[in-house]
């Protein structure tokens, strides 16, 4: 999976500079623009690159030769590390360091700058001194098994502590407190802070070179066994994948995400994002490969060159162009920590969006649906896929640059007609995503109508729910649609949701008439009887209630019964209105008046009046044809027994003159005659003409359902006379007389029933009578004696509650002559000081001194005297 991640170009062609003599590159080190170069014949050089472009917008570098100084040895520099706060180099040659001044290459005066003995060293990028003109470094000493902590001064080398290791050192990398060494035999993490060792894993020195990088905060990079690069942090544990790279790799950069490895004949680039192999260059004799602030330089023996990172907006425009998705994410969120903030969230939510129109290409959907979220896409950039789907008004245009390639739905699928359609439903379900968030806010018009023109064009249910729901749909732009798609129903849903409702019903009219064609629903006249029945216009309502009648009466009377009441009484209509329209529709009219009467329970006396007529004219009509079927004629005496029976608002003279048109409603006559209190017409209509003893009982029952035990009694007993009147043909109802004092003993009065029985009657035949009129008589008798008892008690504890008050109130009075002066105990064997008797009641007078006597003895003793007047008011005050 490559990717052209940097570009090779030459910075200095080494022989031509040195005008074709000079040692070979041993070392190189660049602080900014300054290039500073170590060769094998101890010399340092100074030069300037200046970064400049081609014509072609490639990268290129001018070399300027500044000077050039022997360092006074015979041995090459072996490594090269710039103080810029400092302006002073740290310079390692013949196993001494020494610092050297970086503008002049002077060497600083040794007394203090130079440290011997040295096989490496490093410097620390996470310093822990916390001074800014200071460098600190870590020393491996020659021939010794320690590593040296110093610090780094314009004038002098400080050693801060000398560090301990197993063995002799080959490389090493520092970060704060922590030091990573290749020791000859293995790896291993020192804290020279604390003193703690841990040894991370083995590595042969002997077969190939160790390599230690720093590649983060506490992170290192290590070269193991088996061509692994691996990643190690500080506290021994590899928190990413190895790096597969080759075996013989001799040295290592890191330029963020990416890893560079050199070895004898190539470049390698590794992502540290997926540890993938990304780019190979050819590149033979390399001896240097160093990262220095975001620039990575190598060299050769005769040449340095730079590896010259393209940008990264190129990079991954590169793999977006590769349609590989997922690399570009990765690295574009790997690149977020050398990205300003604000920058980085437009470039990412860019590529998102980009990354999701390739992924809706490939009709990878719930991928693009996800990248399309998180990059915040504005959806009319989908939309605008699809011709004619966003509104005329929109003001949309196409981002720039543009996120896709595509120019329509028909371009992407190619032609496919199941690939448009498979985008479309796509395109559906993120819309109605979209519509319930925050990210339609702005321009929720083009997002809804483009919805309802897309359920219009697949027939989706959901247009019905969008159109009953508040929505932002255009009416300008979507009527047009849903009339070419033959949505007439969704249509009139439209015009009413915009408050054109006289629209809407003329509509669905010329679709249930057949003049428009829409199956949308088959219970659109239903549906439409219901929309006038809540439609606040009444002009709209009498306009189309005369075709709702016509088409069903049934149904069209709903357009009235099912008018909901409203507090405030606006879009109602007067009962007497309608009924008066509805005189043409008969049915109509007595659906309507059941539902104000029945229903409703509109107390008026005309509504109900009319009822009762409507329905006795009905139950004579059905009388009056022999073909009428027997199920609906008792249906509709039904009705009218029903009415009869429950109300008690109609006009019974008037009904009873309808009713004795018929000789057939005897029912109905006798509930009449029990209306106007004529009962004993009504039981001899009942018993005598009808011959129904359950319907004469029910009657008695109807009658006296809400008048109290004695009036039901008084019309059994009526009912009884009438089955024994021997003057009516045929003579009495014996068997019926006995049935209903049998049924009804709890009734009857046994005493007034035995007097008018016949005495030729047999107690057999009335036993059940008898027994039952015998056990209420005794029931009777033991609830009044369980009565009289209760009511005896009550008034026990009445009279046991009125003596516990009254000693409360004695022991109240003691207590206050207590409070006053004193307890005055008085009792049976004490007595009175005066009359020398015993005190037979707690009433007593205290004379002063505390010394009770009788009151009686006290008023005579007194009698005329101030004390009398005292004793007269304190006995009405009850303070005795």
């Known amino acids: 999976m490559s990717v052209k991640a940097f570009e090779l170009v030459p910075a200095v062609e080494w022989e031509g500079l040195a005008g074709g003599g000079g040692g070979a590159v041993e070392c190189v080190e660049v602080c900014g623009e300054h290039l500073y170069v170590g060769t094998s014949d101890c010399v340092l050089h100074h030069l300037l690159l200046e970064e400049r472009t081609t014509p072609r917008g490639r990268p290129a570098y001018a070399v300027q030769k500044l000077q ?97 290791t197993p063995e002799q050192p080959c490389a090493l990398a520092v970060d704060g407190y922590f030091l990573c060494l290749a020791l000859p035999t293995q790896y291993v993490m020192v804290n020279y802070g604390t003193g703690e060792r841990q040894d991370l894993f083995p590595y042969d020195s002997q077969e190939r070179k160790p390599i230690v990088k720093r590649v983060g905060r506490e992170e290192f990079l290590l070269a193991a066994p088996g061509g692994l690069g691996m990643f190690v942090n500080a506290e021994g544990v590899s928190q990413r994948a190895p790096i597969s790279w080759s075996e013989r790799v001799v040295s290592a950069a890191v330029c963020f995400p990416y890893v560079v490895a050199l070895d004898d004949g190539f470049i390698t680039v590794h992502s540290m994002l997926d540890q993938q192999l990304k780019q190979t260059l050819a590149f033979r004799e390399g001896r240097v490969l160093q990262d220095f602030e975001g620039k990575v330089v190598l060299s050769s023996t005769k040449a340095v060159l730079v590896l010259a990172p393209l940008p990264l907006e190129t990079q991954i425009q590169d793999l977006l162009a590769s349609h590989r998705v997922e690399e570009a994410l990765v690295l574009t969120e790997g690149a977020q920590r050398n990205i300003p903030k604000d920058k ?12 999701g129109f390739i992924q809706f290409g490939q009709l990878q959907f719930s991928e693009a649906k996800e990248h399309f979220r998180r990059g915040q ?6 939309i605008s896929l699809c011709p004619l789907l966003l509104p005329v008004s929109s003001s949309f245009t196409r981002s720039q640059p543009p996120l896709h390639e595509f120019a329509d739905l028909n371009q992407l699928a190619q032609g496919d007609p199941q690939k448009v359609t498979r985008c479309k439903i796509f395109l559906i379900s993120f819309l109605r995503e979209v519509r319930g968030g925050q990210a339609a806010n702005g321009f929720r018009e083009d997002v809804d109508t483009a919805l309802l023109k897309l359920y219009a064009e697949a027939g989706h249910d959901n ?110 209509m007067n009962p007497d209105d309608v009924i008066v329209y509805l005189q043409k529709h008969h049915k109509a009219l007595l659906l309507y008046l059941e539902h104000l009467v029945l229903e409703q329970g509109v107390q008026k006396e005309k509504y109900h009046t009319h009822l009762a007529v409507l329905y006795v004219d009905q139950v004579l009509g059905l009388l009056s044809r022999p073909t009428a079927p027997a199920e609906q004629l008792w249906s509709a005496r039904s009705k009218l027994q029903r009415l009869l029976r429950e109300s008690s608002l109609y006009r019974v003279q008037l009904v009873l003159g309808k009713v004795r048109e018929a000789d057939e409603l005897l029912v109905e006559r006798a509930v009449l005659h029990g ?19 359950a319907a004469a009982e029910d009657y008695c029952g109807w009658a006296s359902a809400s008048r109290g035990h004695a009036h039901r009694r008084h019309l059994f007993h009526r009912l009884l006379a009438t089955y024994l009147d021997p003057d009516v043909p045929g003579g009495p109802r014996v068997v019926e007389a006995v049935d209903l004092l049998n049924r009804h003993a709890e009734v009857f009065n046994a005493v007034e029933v035995l007097k008018v029985l016949p005495e030729a009657w047999s107690l ?36 046991h509650d009125r003596v516990r008050l009254r000693h409360h109130r004695v022991r109240l009075r003691h207590h206050r002559l207590k409070s006053r002066g004193g307890a005055i105990f008085v009792s049976e064997k004490k007595g009175c000081h005066l009359c020398h008797n015993t005190f037979r009641d707690p009433e007593c007078v205290c004379l002063p001194g505390g010394t009770p006597v009788h009151t009686h003895c006290a008023a005579q003793r007194f009698q005329g005297t101030p004390t009398k007047r005292r004793l007269d008011h304190t006995r009405t005050s009850n303070h005795t």
């Open 377 to 382: 896409l504005d959806v009319r950039e989908l």
């Open 675 to 693: 209306r106007l209190e004529e009962h004993q017409e009504a039981l001899h209509i009942l018993v005598h003409q009808l011959r129904d003893a």
């Open 463 to 572: 247009l019905l729910d969008l159109l009953a729901s508040e929505n932002a749909c255009l009416l300008a732009d979507s009527a047009p649609w849903l009339e070419k798609h033959h949505r007439y129903f969704a249509l009139g849903l439209l015009y009413h949701y915009h408050g054109q409702d006289a629209a809407a019903v003329q509509l669905w009219v010329r679709v249930v008439n057949g003049d428009l064609q829409d199956h949308t629903r088959p219970d659109l006249f239903e549906y439409v009887v219901d929309f006038l029945s809540c439609c606040p216009s009444l002009d709209l309502v009498w306009k189309h209630a005369d075709w709702a009648l016509q088409k069903d009466q049934k149904i069209g009377v709903q357009i009235f019964t099912k008018r909901p009441i409203s507090k405030d009484q606006t879009g109602q």
């Open 344 to 355: 980085f969230q437009i470039l990412h939510k860019r590529i998102l969006q980009q990354a």
């Open 68 to 164: 050039h100084r022997t360092l006074g040895s015979r041995k090459p520099a072996a490594a090269l590390k710039a103080a810029s706060a400092l302006e002073r180099l740290v310079v390692l040659c013949d196993g001494a360091v020494s610092l050297v001044d970086m503008l002049t290459l002077e060497a600083v005066p040794s007394g203090g700058a130079k440290l011997k003995g040295v096989a490496a060293f490093g410097v620390n990028e996470n310093p822990v001194t916390g001074d800014a003109f200071c460098v600190e470094m870590a020393v491996v000493l020659a021939r010794r098994r320690a590593v040296i902590v110093a610090t780094v001064r314009d004038d002098r080398l400080q050693v801060l502590k000398e560090v301990a």
């Open 764 to 799: 057999e035949l009335l036993r059940p009578f008898l027994c039952g009129a015998l056990r209420a008589s005794v029931h009777a008798c033991r609830t009044s004696q369980v009565a009289l008892g209760l009511a005896r008690a009550e008034n026990l504890q009445l009279h």
